[in-house]
């Protein structure tokens, strides 16, 4: 791996909230309510907000605009692997999926019961590799179809698991609807907690939070973690926090 450092420091101390974004503050690859979107924005201009998601800055800025990107104090695109302030690139690190490890998951998914295919099933982003079964041109229906199936059969759990025995010095893990982010050991979203003081109070919001999914490392390391599955409920927490004087 290749890491390109543009510049390093400790964030100042405040009570930190970390937000994933699919599922989080926005529906899955769609982009975020106008109206929570005003209120968000809001929030981010009052308080410390990061944002920690396996999307890449493009996707995430179509998600949730660019006022929303530039409030925030940090966005740590593509797992932490793509760390923006703004529009100041801090660092990124570049990576390379191994062939044995993109031949079998290749054989995943020409043996999948799920048959819709849509192309870009795996889609390269820096230090990480996102793989989908249905692909990441699905519209918004096939991926619910996806959803739907992989509910019922287990199907991305099952691949990520058995990934990660074959593969000890790569971690693939579970993100979004459809979904599995790929990427070297001690890459994951956990990495970003390298950049916040010990003893800062971190509130960590995310959709994915189960033993295989991508906010599972993160929830490990922070102090405190809220596990949702809409933007919904992210503001219920957020304005019972703003009440209760944890966030302004």
Aim: aromatic residues 12%; charged residues 30%; proline residues 3%.
């Amino acid at each position: 791996m290749v890491c390109t450092l543009k510049g390093k420091r400790k964030l100042e101390r405040k009570n930190k909230f970390i937000f994933d974004v699919d599922g989080t503050l926005t529906p899955s690859r769609q982009a975020i309510d106008k109206k929570f979107a005003v209120w968000f924005k809001s929030f981010c201009q009052s308080n410390d907000v990061y944002l920690v998601t396996g999307s890449d800055r493009p996707k995430t800025i179509e998600q949730i605009g660019e006022t929303i990107y530039n409030s925030c104090k940090r966005v740590y695109n593509c797992n932490g692997n793509d760390v923006w302030e703004k529009d100041v690139n801090v660092r990124t690190n570049e990576w390379v999926l191994p062939e044995d490890a993109h031949e079998w998951l290749s054989i995943q998914l020409t043996e999948s019961a799920f048959r819709i295919r849509t192309g870009l099933h795996f889609e390269h982003r820096p230090g990480m590799v996102n793989f989908s079964i249905v692909g990441r041109n699905a519209n918004p229906e096939e991926r619910k179809e996806y959803f739907e199936f992989d509910t019922l059969h287990n199907e991305r759990n099952l691949i990520a698991s058995a990934f990660n025995k074959l593969f000890p010095n790569i971690k693939a893990t579970v993100g979004g609807e459809t979904g599995i982010d790929i990427s070297p050991v001690g890459t994951d979203k956990a990495q970003i907690i390298r950049d916040f003081d010990s003893e800062d109070t971190k509130y960590f919001f995310g959709d994915r939070m189960d033993k295989d999914g991508n906010d599972y490392p993160l929830a490990q390391v922070v102090n405190h973690t809220r596990a949702v599955k809409s933007w919904q409920q992210t503001k219920e927490y957020l304005q019972f926090f703003q009440e209760s004087g944890i966030a302004e």
